[in-house]
């Protein structure tokens, strides 16, 4: 049975969880943590006024690019995503985010601290384990904000196959057996996530993700720095009220997809284009641009990869080459006038890292 996050619980009614509690770490600041800790496991209550949702996303969007330095269109997605976790119950798809980086010290960290303030019911974790998953998301049904994604779940299938499955309603469930008699029982995964990390995701969960490319701030750009005390209290009860007050419309709303995206791009974009357009304002311009711009270029991905393979693989057998090294085949690809590899990231040169990442 999934455990809708719609309705508010009363604040002193604590559930007990099923196994050890993924809960933050005890510490001895046993007020502050007691406060963390229930912010995942309830939901806030509602604003007392109705609430305009472009105003509100407009709200999260500036808050977003205020602290960070981010990619076009990246603020506006991550202002939907963070609404859309209010309401991901209502549909049979819910939006995974993740933001990746080349090297370390992109903003990744702050971008969760950020995002944490505002979602619903936010639970940040920097490592999982298969049994953590199941047991909180069918307890709490929390918003996960995975951090340090690429140091863990590469390679581990158990965990791999419950965050692929957990996207999609009608697949979002796991089977274990349990207690002494070894009954089973059938749990839930169905839950908003976001994956920080540097490089790549497993290709089938990279898949089911809008993926936002971090980056360091360069010379001559500032942000304002995050100093810890940011409230995203009365912004996560707006996000509530709207989102109680757009039940119905969230629902059955069908909003118009480009045509650029393929089905599993529009599959994950469909749930905030649908908020995007009950908004109004300039929200559903703004994401139409996102979509296309974040998730419309997989196809030529994919083209470039198939390119650099044939540039390859016409050097090798030009030259009846047994053996290469990446310095002169990298020499070679430079050479390529009409190929994009010497302007490859941001105007600069393909490095041997990123000629190993397309290799993989």
């Not at 009220?241 to 994950?268: G, N, S, V, Y």
Request: aromatic share 8%; proline share 7%.
């Amino acid at each position: 049975m999934i455990v809708s996050p719609s309705s508010p619980e009363d604040p002193g009614k604590k559930k007990k969880a099923a196994g050890p509690p993924a809960t933050p770490q005890d510490s001895n600041n046993s007020k502050n943590n007691n406060l963390n800790q229930r912010a995942w496991q309830i939901s806030p209550v509602p604003w007392d006024e109705t609430v305009s949702g472009s105003e509100l996303l407009n709200k999260l969007r500036d808050t977003l690019n205020l602290h960070l330095v981010l990619p076009d269109h990246a603020a506006p997605t991550l202002a939907l995503w963070i609404l859309h976790t209010y309401s991901y119950h209502l549909g049979d798809i819910t939006a995974y985010l993740a933001l990746l980086s080349p090297e370390k010290r992109c903003g990744k960290t702050t971008a969760l601290t950020i995002i944490s303030k505002f979602c619903h019911r936010a639970l940040p974790a920097s490592n999982v384990s298969p049994a953590a998953v199941f047991r909180v998301i069918e307890e709490y049904s929390p918003t996960l904000l995975v951090d340090e994604a690429d140091t863990f779940v590469a390679g581990k299938e158990e965990l791999g196959g419950i965050l692929n499955a957990g996207f999609n309603r009608e697949t979002a469930y796991t089977l274990r057996c349990h207690g002494d008699d070894h009954n089973v029982k059938q749990y839930n995964l169905y839950a908003p996530k976001l994956f920080a990390g540097i490089g790549k995701l497993p290709d089938t969960l990279g898949d089911r993700c809008i993926i936002v490319p971090m980056r360091r701030k360069l010379p001559g750009e500032t942000v304002q720095r995050l100093r810890g005390d940011l409230d995203g209290a009365d912004v996560r009860r707006k996000c509530m009220r709207w989102t109680k007050d757009h039940e119905i419309e969230i629902k059955f709303f069908d909003p118009e997809i480009p045509e650029e995206l393929d089905d599993r791009a529009a599959d994950i974009w469909r749930p905030l284009m649908t908020i995007a357009d009950l908004a109004g304002g300039d929200w559903p311009i703004i994401a139409h641009q996102a979509a296309l711009d974040l998730s419309g270029n997989k196809n030529d991905e994919e083209s470039v990869n198939i390119q650099l393979l044939k540039d390859i693989r016409d050097y090798i057998v030009a030259h009846n080459f047994s053996r290469l090294k990446t310095e002169e085949l990298l020499e070679h690809l430079y050479s390529l006038e009409e190929r994009p590899w010497n302007t490859f990231y941001r105007g600069r040169e393909m490095t041997p890292r990123q000629l190993a990442d397309r290799m993989k």
